[in-house]
């Protein structure tokens, strides 16, 4: 997988769940937002973690894991997004060098088997609003072929990326 270091099937009710979850976030906002912002939504999602560590859905997280990382764990062809960055803290750790929020353990992406990454946020935004974040927005999809190619991902492709979900924390 090349990655950018510095620079900031199935059944048919699992085609439904992933149809209706892009369907129903297709909501126009067309800017891109600052970098005040990103931290803005770094916070809230901060607090959708609440007292309790919730996290988001496996599908959701699948989504994410997608947009950020692309599909070579599962032996296809679409590239990791240009803004994921690896951790100059750990090398094996990636963050998003987009959204203003740095590199440490609390910002990055993926984390060691079931601790809390930022994935993991139920309510989490991406600067390019990309599928599976609370921002998504797909009205840029012709200009942006990798959210073009995941929007039209087959959902069963999308259930064979790995990820995982502390069910206690
Ligand atoms: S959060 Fe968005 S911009 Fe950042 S690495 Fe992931 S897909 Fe790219």
């Known amino acids: ?5 510095k620079s900031c099937n199935c059944n048919c009710s699992k085609k439904e769940s992933y149809n ?15 970098k005040l912002t990103m931290i803005q939504s770094f916070a809230r999602s901060l607090a959708s973690r609440g007292l309790t560590n ?3 859905d496996i599908p959701t997280k699948q989504l994410r894991v997608l947009s950020c990382f692309g599909d070579s764990s599962i032996g296809g062809s679409l590239g990791p997004c240009e803004h994921l960055t690896t951790s100059e803290v750990d090398g094996e750790k990636f ?15 993926q984390a060691e088997s079931d601790e809390y990454s930022k994935l993991d946020y139920p309510s989490l935004a991406c600067p390019l609003r990309m599928p599976g974040f609370s921002n998504y927005d797909g009205s840029d999809c012709k200009e942006n072929i ?7 991902y087959a959902p069963i492709k999308i259930t064979e990326l790995t990820v995982k979900i502390a069910e206690k924390d």
Do not use: A, Q
Request: hydrophobic letters at 20%.
């Open 1 to 5: 997988m090349s990655i950018h270091r």
């Open 20 to 34: 209706s979850r892009f369907s129903s976030k297709m909501r126009s906002v067309k800017k891109m937002p600052s």
């Open 54 to 56: 919730k996290k988001t």
């Open 95 to 109: 963050y998003c060098g987009k959204c203003g929020c740095g590199d440490k353990k609390s910002t990055w992406l």
């Open 146 to 152: 990798r959210k073009n190619i995941i929007e039209n």
